[in-house]
């Protein structure tokens, strides 16, 4: 019995690989467009296709006009334009009740290189975004975790992504050299990103451990990107890279957007970060004899190092407690950080039918160490069911669950605050969120996304300064509409 499972469980992987998937990954190909969204990316329904994710100029508002955009593809040229508004509202709980706007909108620009010069399999690619609007954790809420991936608690215009990217070898290896940002590829959870929390993106505990938060949407840093496939249900990614997208330094009263207002101040002065994943596309269907669509699946293994100076979260350059009163307030340094992460996203049930319904699962667990890291622990799971709203075949809803722990030498920093007799500080507990979204297209082109989240501990258990108590968990009620022109 424990032999059959195991031969199926290979042919899981090696069917998921070598039936759907036979056709060479476009590598370098024009990336998907939903790759410069942070949160409520439009989730296809589960194929085992390598990429699902519709690029037909049918799925965007304006379409293709008097064939344009067919005449600038013919030569090479692809131009997408995407625009999202949210709005947020706090109806009890965190630091004060009322509604926020956010927005921001998104140019990108494709270029492949055969038609216009003839070389083959390689890509030009930048894209730009404008900011807007206020950030409703850090004015309403005081959670660790933003809301949404467009709170970005900032206004401005700045540069994204500005690479070239060249496939080789029928694009088994694909190359993106320039700025780049991370997060669109590595870290990431299919399911996951559906969500419009940011933890369910770029969690958590890289964005609090890592410079400037880390490289993450919308920043980008200098580095070169390796995708291989060494056999098509296996790929493999790495990259090494600025650690610093900001170019500041790691405690800073500045907000990240203001230290790099442009986007285009690009800092080698504090480290390398280079992060790898191995990633194993399957069909569980095969693990089954009962009668069933396919049932894909993506599991990946992944880690980065960082090779910058690190604070220590408890003591100071000469052993002191920082909290002491004899403590002289500079940090002792690290050299060096580090992460690891696993994480499943699972179809389990897509019966046959003419109504294409199907429910899926993702989980991703993340840790490093407690020394340099306010943040230790984190995981985000959840359920993302397609088809279930009855004559709405298209809508995907949405059920996630996250938290973030602080590292041991951030709760003894806490307990150590509370020793000596600290008014402004409260026992650190650890801030949970759970996050209910429905995805709805409304028309080609335009998502709406209704979001319900409730936050408990906010912010690790904070002190609200105005109230004098603990601020209080938060019910936030959300809307995001997503328009591809």
Not at 138 to 165: K, P, Q
Not at 289 to 310: I, M, Q, T
Request: charged share 15%.
């Amino acid at each position: 019995m424990k032999r059959d499972i195991l031969s199926r469980l290979i042919g899981a992987v090696l069917l998921g690989g070598f039936l759907p998937m036979a056709a060479p990954a476009q590598a370098a190909d024009n990336p998907p467009v939903t790759d410069v969204l942070p949160s409520g990316v439009p989730l296809p329904f589960p194929s085992t296709a390598p990429d699902s994710t519709p690029q037909g100029w049918d799925t965007t508002l304006l379409g293709d006009p008097a064939g344009f955009r067919s005449r600038l593809k013919a030569h090479g040229i692809r131009l997408h334009l995407q625009d999202v508004e949210e709005l947020w509202g706090v109806a009890s709980g965190g630091m004060s009740r009322g509604a926020t706007y956010d927005g921001a909108t998104i140019v990108t620009l494709n270029i492949d290189t055969a038609p216009l010069f003839g070389w083959h399999d390689g890509l030009f690619n930048i894209s730009a975004i404008q900011l807007r609007g206020r950030s409703a954790t850090e004015d309403r809420v005081g959670a660790i975790n933003t809301l949404s991936g467009y709170d970005a608690g900032g206004r401005n215009t700045r540069l994204f992504e500005l690479w070239y990217g060249q496939g080789f070898w029928n694009n088994r290896l694909d190359i993106r050299l320039g700025a780049i940002d991370p997060d669109t590829e590595f870290l990431v959870s299919d399911n996951a990103s559906l969500f419009l929390n940011a933890d369910f993106g770029w969690p958590g505990v890289p964005s609090a451990n890592l410079y400037g938060g880390g490289p993450s949407w919308p920043l980008s840093v200098p580095g070169v990107r390796a995708r291989i496939i060494p056999t098509y249900p296996v790929s493999i990614l790495v990259g090494v890279m600025d650690d610093n997208p900001t170019g500041g330094a790691f405690f800073s009263e500045r907000s990240v957007l203001d230290m790099n207002p442009t986007g285009t101040r690009f800092s080698l002065s504090t480290g390398v970060l280079a992060m790898a994943e191995v990633d194993v596309s399957v069909d569980a269907a095969v693990l089954s004899d009962a009668p069933s669509g396919a049932l894909p699946g993506v599991w990946k293994l992944g880690g980065f190092y960082d090779s910058g100076a690190f604070p220590d979260r408890r003591y100071d350059t000469q052993g002191h407690l920082l909290a002491a009163s004899d403590s002289n307030g500079q940090p002792l340094m690290h050299h060096g950080n580090w992460m690891i992460y696993g994480i499943v996203d699972q179809t389990f049930w897509n019966p046959d039918g003419d109504d294409p319904k199907a429910a899926s699962v993702f989980a991703r667990i993340m840790g490093t160490g407690g020394k340099q890291n306010s943040l230790s622990f984190g995981v985000q799971v959840g359920f993302t069911f397609h088809g279930i709203v009855p004559w709405r075949p298209d809508d995907v809803l949405g059920l996630g669950w996250g938290m973030s722990s602080a590292g041991s030498r951030a709760w003894n920093f806490n307990r150590d605050s509370l020793e000596s007799g600290a008014d402004d500080v409260l026992p650190l507990r650890t801030e949970h969120h759970i996050e209910l979204t429905w995805q709805a297209p409304v028309w080609n082109g335009v998502v709406v996304q209704p979001d319900f989240q409730y936050i408990h501990h906010v912010g690790g258990g904070i002190l609200n300064t105005s109230t004098g108590r603990r601020v209080g968990d938060a019910a936030v009620f959300g809307l995001n509409v997503t328009t591809s022109f």
